[in-house]
């Protein structure tokens, strides 16, 4: 599967912003995806997870009650809304998606196999 991340800007701290991946290949239900940010000088980070059917999701502290992850199946799409924006949340994010062995997020890095190329988000302050 291919993955292509858009949406990417600049936008005020307390803003929101929706973020979006395009999935393309294959049918986008049979994997499980996430969203990951890397900032200069720091590892990537686990942002949040959705299984391959929307039932479940998983959050990174930093962003859970804030950010929200969801998908459409039927249009091969993988979004990220983010909601009350922090200076901090400012990175490059990264799509991600791995083939489902179950109906769970999966949160780590290293099961990802397909990466989008990624999107710049910059929160003012």
């Known amino acids: 599967v291919q993955l292509q991340a858009s949406g990417g800007g600049l936008v005020q701290a307390g803003g929101s912003l929706r973020i979006s991946c395009a999935a393309s290949g294959r049918p986008f239900s049979n994997y499980a995806a996430g969203w990951f940010r890397r900032t200069p000088g720091k590892e990537r980070e686990f942002v949040a997870g959705?299984?391959?059917?929307?039932?479940?999701?998983s959050y990174a502290d930093s962003v859970k009650g804030r950010f929200i992850i969801s998908r459409d199946n039927a249009a091969n799409t993988l979004y990220l809304q983010m909601n009350t924006l922090k200076p901090e949340d400012t990175a490059v994010y990264y799509c991600?998606?791995?083939?489902?062995?179950?109906?769970?997020?999966?949160?780590?890095?290293?099961?990802?196999?397909?990466w989008g190329q990624g999107t710049q988000v910059t929160v003012s302050s």
């Open positions: 959705v299984s391959w059917s929307g039932g479940s999701t």
């Open positions: 991600a998606a791995t083939w489902a062995h179950s109906d769970y997020a999966e949160v780590g890095a290293a099961v990802y196999d397909y």
